[in-house]
């Protein structure tokens, strides 16, 4: 089992900045990557950004291209969302997931990730 714990989030004014954070503990070892999604109600939980477990590969949707930076710390296991200039329709819950997906390619599905953190909520106000 992995256990996935989210913090940061929050309001903001519209090009205003955010960072979630997302610590990752138990059974990391087999884990492949790490994937930001976000979902507004009436709406299906949609891709926002992956990166590796390794921290070398990073893919993003390409509405937040250029805007947002995913990393990672290796040595605390720990996923980070650097969120920048950030307009009223990035507003949603975001959730940070996990997947022992070896293929890239599946990266961006949410059936594919086994484990979810608790969702924290992103405001922005125009």
């Known amino acids: 089992q992995v256990q996935l714990v989210e913090s940061g989030g929050g309001l903001v004014q519209a090009g205003g900045s955010l960072r979630l954070s997302c610590a990752a503990s138990?059974?990391?070892?087999?884990?492949?990557?790490m994937g930001w999604f976000r979902q507004v109600p009436g709406k299906e939980r949609e891709f926002v950004a992956v990166i590796s477990w390794s921290g070398g590969y990073t893919y993003y949707t390409d509405s937040v291209k250029g805007r947002f930076t995913v990393s990672k710390d290796n040595a605390k296991n720990t996923v980070f969302l650097q969120m920048n200039s950030l307009i009223p329709e990035d507003t949603a819950i975001y959730y940070c997931?996990?997947?022992?997906?070896?293929?890239?390619?599946?990266?961006?599905?949410?059936?594919?990730?086994?484990?979810w953190g608790q969702g924290t909520q992103v405001t922005v106000s125009s």
């Open positions: 997931a996990a997947t022992n997906h070896p293929y890239r390619s599946a990266w961006t599905d949410r059936r594919n990730f086994g484990s």
């Open positions: 138990g059974r990391t070892f087999r884990l492949q990557a």
